[in-house]
């Protein structure tokens, strides 16, 4: 049972949304225009990373670059 749990979609998708969420906790408190726009640049790229694992798109992106 706890295998599969941490093997799960559920617990990747947790993962991410942290991720997420922390990146954009950075972003709100970073003072410097420069810095908040970094923050908010990497949580745009974790959410994607995210989406495209949630929904399996990865290894389809993956095989599209093979060829």
Known sequence: ????????RLL???VYALAVG???FAASES???GRRTLWLVIA???LVMGLTRL???DTDIAE???T
């Open 44 to 46: 745009s790229i974790v």
């Open 12 to 14: 990747r998708v947790l």
């Open 31 to 33: 003072r410097r225009r």
């Open 55 to 57: 929904f399996g798109w």
């Open 22 to 24: 922390a990146c954009l």
């Open 1 to 8: 049972m706890i295998t599969s749990l941490v093997d799960g």
């Open 64 to 66: 599209r670059a093979r």
